[in-house]
């Protein structure tokens, strides 16, 4: 279809009716022109296609499908390439089942661990998510099929989701909330992004111009389809004249006609609303000019590719030497998660999963295994109670075991889409059931199945903590394989684990005041708060162990001074230093100059690899780090800046454990603008190169004043005379040095420097 032509073709209102789904998953159809329907359907991490009855809650079944590991644990594979073939699978599966857009990946920071969608979000740090983003967009649209990157923006908190405003200012929205989708949009070119239900500053996400259009089109250059979310609309032309195209679900056709006559009476130009058909129309006719019609969805290998993908992701948080376990061991596996996996979340995100494997029924397909493990429940999700009989069974069974492993978590009803959590605790009855076991056994080990941190108070007390998160349909196989050492584990946290819910940074103001949610804390979210402030953490971000160790040698710079315009290559050798097989998480980070100016964090990620070695072996990893991993957000210029100074990199395993650093200076090749009046400070003008002879002679003026001695000022020195000039406005002079400084001198001065500024440029 020659979609510019066809839009000539179109009536008016076929045109409005574009704009709209025709149900809950198509667009509509415009038979006499051949537009086809479109379906799109939920993301992220399988494929809910509703085929009969549709709602966009998960309440209706879909179609059987597969489920792989949710956004939680995929990010904490920290591999591209993991990402990316299970990307193509989704893609795969789409093609299988006609449907265009899988609605994902879904990237919005974590800024609080009490956000009820944490589990489909990937992490707290904004180059993490984009570029695990990047990689799963490419893997599904690798196969010609769309995504929809989602829910944008500064949607980070389920409460009053359809109502309320984030409140945040433009450098943490730049730095964190809107990098969060940058980097991928950019770099993956998703089909479509999905607007978000709230409002960020006042406005809603779907009529934010601002947003929509002069970031993410403008300045970003996305040529794609904006797509609402489910209802999300809240009003249709302005909307529309924001930059939104399409309208999902279906309106009934109300809201098509509020387009039509808007159209004519001349509040809505028409070509506006031509662009956004324009948009929903290339998205219908990609999907259809690539169908892939031999694509199968083969259920059992997609399984088996979950699998491997939860393999990757799960992370050994705790090991004092209980793991791997042998297969002599006798072994209690404790603890209903172990019979009935949590594996995934609620809500739009819920898969009909064609088969779930949990722990159990592998451990009993295991000849060498089965006959050394023997179960207690130890709780029931059911019910929310201490179960002191079960846990007595647990107890008893614990203490004629070698080890004891036991899996716990958050049950479905304390974390779904829809609602936030209100505490960071595990059932009461799952802790008191740990302590007891730890006291039984001192080789415990936990798994957990959370799809957000949890808080540990027995943490100290147990020998072995595995991350399984909601791990998809095949977390059992892959738990066994990691608890039997088949695997050894690579996963590391895309989160940190703060030690209790009130140590979150956002803790004061998360939720707000109604809808008015203000992000007070800044660029301050997840470690870049925690390590700042030095505080203790239960795990750090990044955190992950493994079952052998590495060693971190040969750093080298491509430079030790560059241009903020250049880029560095930083390389490092990598070592397995133990004996047996394993992957390394290599992790960049970048510290801004010690004596900067401007409030940051103290150090970002901004990079990672992954890199596999067998024992003794050891391989160059290389970054190469351009001008955004020295910037922070400069409103002044409403750009990205970089002081000048010396910048700490820093390699290591987590935001906690840096093995290896160096140092680069980095020159600015922009200067900030300073418009040179009387309340300037002195020293501000002091820093622009070219100013010193100017200044001279107010500086001797000002060092050489008797300030009337020592009983005025004590005792001053040149020193102090130099450092109060400093911070002294220009006017001060006047009358800090009575007599000798004049506003007429200080008015030539201005000009002077005024002129000088407008030279270098
Ligand atoms: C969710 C989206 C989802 C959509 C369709 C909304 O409620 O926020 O993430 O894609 O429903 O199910």
Request: negative net charge; contains cysteine.
């Amino acid at each position: 279809m020659d979609v510019k032509k066809v839009i000539q073709q179109m009536t008016l209102e076929e045109k409005a009716g574009i704009c709209s789904g025709s149900d809950f998953w198509h667009t509509k159809a415009v038979e006499r022109l051949g537009i086809p329907q479109m379906m799109v359907s939920d993301g992220p991490h399988g494929l809910r296609k509703q085929d009969l009855e549709s709602d966009h809650l998960g309440i209706n079944e879909s179609i059987k499908a597969v489920c792989f590991p949710a956004g939680c644990a995929t990010a904490a594979s920290f591999d591209r390439d993991l990402l990316y073939s299970m990307g193509q699978a989704l893609g795969n599966e789409c093609q299988a089942e006609g449907v265009a857009v899988i609605l994902g990946p879904a990237v919005n920071i974590k800024r609080s661990p009490l956000c009820g969608r944490n589990f489909e979000y990937y992490s707290e740090d904004p180059y993490l998510a984009t570029e695990i983003a990047a990689s799963h967009i490419k893997g599904v649209q690798s196969k010609n099929v769309g995504t929809s990157i989602k829910h944008f923006l500064a949607n980070n908190q389920e409460h009053r989701r359809m109502s309320s405003s984030s409140e945040v200012d433009e450098r943490t929205l730049r730095e964190l909330y809107l990098a969060a989708f940058e980097g991928a949009i950019k770099e993956a070119k998703p089909w479509t992004v999905m607007c978000a239900y709230n409002r960020i500053n006042g406005v809603y996400a779907a009529e934010n111009k601002t947003y929509l259009t002069d970031v993410l089109r403008d300045e970003w250059g996305y040529e794609g389809m904006i797509i609402s979310d489910w209802g999300a609309v809240n009003n249709r032309v302005a909307d529309l004249a924001a930059g939104l195209d399409l309208e999902m679900p279906s309106s009934s056709g109300l809201t098509d006609k509020m387009i039509v006559e808007a159209v004519q009476n001349g509040t809505l130009d028409e070509a506006v609303l031509d662009k956004a058909v324009e948009n929903i129309l290339n998205v219908v006719e990609r999907f259809e000019s690539n169908r892939d019609t031999e694509a199968v969805f083969d259920r059992d290998a997609d399984h088996a590719l979950a699998r491997k993908v939860a393999q990757e992701c799960i992370v050994l948080l705790k090991n004092e030497d209980v793991l791997p376990l042998k297969t002599e061991e006798s072994v209690a596996i404790i603890g209903e998660f172990a019979k009935a996996p949590r594996y995934q979340g609620g809500g739009s995100s819920h898969i009909n999963s064609h088969k779930v494997e949990s722990v159990w029924e592998i451990l009993m397909e295991c000849d060498s295994c089965k006959d050394k493990v023997y179960f207690a429940q130890g709780y029931s999700t059911k019910e929310d109670i201490i179960d002191e009989k079960k846990i007595a069974q647990a107890v008893e069974l614990a203490k004629q075991t070698d080890k004891a492993v036991l899996f716990a978590g958050l049950p479905d009803s304390y974390e779904s889409e829809g609602f936030d959590r209100s505490h960071m605790k595990m059932p009461e009855g799952q802790n008191a059931l740990i302590e007891a076991v730890a006291e039984a056994n001192p080789n415990t080990i936990v798994v957990l199945h959370n799809g957000s941190p949890v808080e540990m108070p027995w943490a100290d007390k147990v020998s072995g903590i595995i991350e399984a998160y909601l791990g998809g349909q095949a977390i059992g196989g892959a738990v066994a394989d990691v608890l039997y050492g088949k695997v050894n584990p690579s996963g590391h946290l895309a989160e940190s684990f703060p030690i209790k819910l009130e140590d979150n940074p956002s803790y004061l103001y998360y939720h707000g005041e109604g809808d008015r949610v203000e992000y007070r804390e800044g660029v301050f979210a997840g470690y870049r708060y925690y390590d700042t402030k030095k505080m203790e953490v239960r795990f750090p971000f990044g955190h992950g162990l493994s079952y052998t160790a590495f060693v971190y040698s040969n750093v080298k710079l491509s430079e030790d001074s560059i241009r903020d315009t250049d880029s560095l290559e930083v390389s490092v050798d990598v070592t397995n230093t133990g004996d047996r097989a394993g992957k390394e998480v290599v992790q960049l980070y970048v510290a801004p100059p010690k004596d900067g100016r401007i409030i940051r964090p103290v150090h970002e990620l901004k990079g990672f690899e992954k890199v596999f070695l067998e024992p003794g072996e050891t391989k160059t990893v290389t970054f190469t780090l351009s001008k955004r991993a020295f910037a922070y957000y400069e409103t002044k210029i409403n750009d990205w800046h970089v002081e000048t100074g010396k910048y700490t990199i820093e390699l290591g395993q987590s935001s906690r454990k840096i093995l290896a650093e160096c140092e680069v200076q980095v020159e600015s090749t922009r200067r900030l603008p300073l418009n040179i009046n009387l309340d300037t400070l002195f020293g501000d003008i002091q820093k622009i190169p070219g100013t010193e002879k100017i200044l001279e002679p107010f500086i001797k003026i000002f060092t050489e004043f008797d300030m009337g001695g020592d009983d005025k000022l004590g005792s001053s020195t040149k020193e102090m005379m130099e450092s109060m000039l400093r911070d002294l406005p220009l006017r001060g002079l006047v009358s800090f040095v009575q007599g000798k400084v004049s506003y007429q001198q200080l008015y030539d001065l201005m000009e002077q420097l005024n002129y000088l500024l407008f030279k270098i440029g």
